[in-house]
């Protein structure tokens, strides 16, 4: 059965799920799963994890993720974007200039209110669906840290482009809105673009036309532990390998987490040496 990691250029239109859905028909493999939701209107990188690979996306799914993000000053709408319907718009001469004097105060660690039309639960319901019957609900603020937030580009008027790497849970769209409120203007989000996700880039990803077009899909995956190409690798001796697939400790005088493989060079799991002994984080072999 298969088993690894598909990086696709999601296209516009599709939900992150029905990406999933498409490669689950593709490969006749039920265990599909993503690292990070892509609104419709967004394309860019989607790591999809397929068979046992996915018991790897609770680690991929909470890292720093990288946009290239459209910004409309002057237009601001329901959701936040221009797909909405519209609730104000005015002219913006906003300047470069005056763009990037606002940005610095949306660095860092924010509050960030989550939008009505997001998928953030109130009381057991779902904000959307709350949303789409016309009800607006207290939310509370919620931090996310902004990494890098940078201008990138000019086109017509109050039209901008901007560079976002942020935590998990950020919602770009709401920081236009956000910065549009602080010009006095308002704005929205016009167009999104993931170019980084769990660590992988545009050149790592596919576009779904490709891979589902491709003679050999399975060709493209990616094995599971390029998820942990930034944690060290460890050979364990065959004892040592013996413990591991049968989910026990063993005596290790390095601190830190580590990934494990067997002598032949199988990845076997995640591990993290602590108090003088190897435990299981988590663990890939075939069983």
Excluded at 2 to 27: E, N, Y
């Amino acid at each position: 059965m298969p088993s690894g990691i598909l990086i696709i250029d999601k296209p516009q239109g599709w939900t992150s799920m029905d990406v999933c859905a498409k490669l689950r028909g593709l490969f006749h493999e039920r265990r599909v799963g993503h690292a990070g939701t892509l609104d419709p209107m967004a394309t860019g990188v989607l790591p999809v994890f397929l068979g046992r690979a996915t018991r790897a996306v609770e680690f991929a799914a909470g890292g720093d993720k990288e946009y290239v993000a459209g910004l409309r000053l002057g237009l601001v709408t329901d959701t936040q974007d221009i797909t909405g319907t519209v609730l104000d718009a005015r002219p913006a001469r906003v300047t470069r200039e005056e763009l990037e004097g606002a940005l610095p105060a949306f660095r860092g660690e924010i509050q960030q209110l989550p939008p009505m039309y997001s998928a953030v639960k109130v009381a057991g319901k779902k904000l959307y669906e709350l949303a789409r019957k016309g009800r607006e609900v207290e939310r509370t603020p919620r931090p996310v840290t902004i990494r890098a937030l940078e201008v990138e580009g000019q086109g017509g008027e109050g039209e901008f482009t901007l560079r976002v790497v942020c935590s998990k849970g950020t919602y770009v769209r709401t920081l236009c809105h956000d910065i549009g409120q602080a010009l006095g203007c308002g704005g929205c989000m016009a167009s999104l673009r993931r170019t980084m996700a769990a660590g992988y880039t545009l050149a790592d990803a596919h576009p779904l036309e490709e891979v589902l077009s491709a003679p050999d899909p399975g060709a493209l995956l990616l094995p599971v532990d390029s998820c942990f190409r930034h944690l060290p690798a460890l050979t364990l001796t065959a004892a040592q390998e013996k413990r591991v697939r049968n989910g026990a400790a063993f005596s290790f005088d390095r601190e830190g987490s580590w990934r494990a493989y067997s002598q032949s060079g199988e990845f076997l799991a995640v591990c993290r040496g602590a108090e003088g002994q190897l435990r299981t984080v988590k663990s890939f072999f075939e069983v």
